[in-house]
């Protein structure tokens, strides 16, 4: 059975910057779209990123507004979410997720992933 396994989280102040990581194992890392989706307390989870298989095609939610890049290393079988000029209202579980790379046109919504990883807790303090 395969895992996805987040890194990189912890607690930053406002303006500073984070690097996630995914490490993917026991699939075809590279025949999957993969994302990022994040749930802050008493809210719903709500997409991040996706990047295409080969990295050609990226997507990014609203709020991001160019502070955040996803990136993929398929020799690495990872996915990276670089966040920068981080925000208090970053604060949220982040969640890498793998979906078939049929999926793409429905990639900002969670029921499109197959496979989750367990989180990865972000902090921005004000």
């Known amino acids: 059975q395969g895992q996805l396994v987040e890194s990189g989280g912890g607690l930053v102040q406002a303006g500073g910057s984070l690097r996630l990581s995914c490490a993917a194992s026991?699939?075809?890392?590279?025949?999957?779209?993969m994302g990022w989706f994040r749930q802050a307390p008493g809210k719903e989870r709500e997409f991040v990123a996706v990047?295409?298989?080969?990295?050609?095609?990226?997507d990014y939610g609203d709020f991001v507004k160019g502070r955040f890049t996803i990136s993929r290393d398929n020799a690495e079988n990872t996915v990276y979410l670089q966040m920068n000029s981080l925000k208090p209202e970053d604060t949220a579980v982040y969640y890498c997720?793998?979906?078939?790379?049929?999926?793409?046109?429905?990639?900002?919504?969670?029921?499109?992933?197959?496979?989750w990883g367990q989180g990865t807790q972000v902090t921005v303090s004000s």
């Open positions: 997720a793998a979906a078939p790379y049929s999926n793409w046109g429905r990639r900002v919504e969670e029921y499109a992933y197959d496979y």
């Open positions: 990047i295409s298989r080969s990295g050609g095609n990226i």
């Open positions: 026991g699939r075809s890392f590279s025949m999957y779209i």
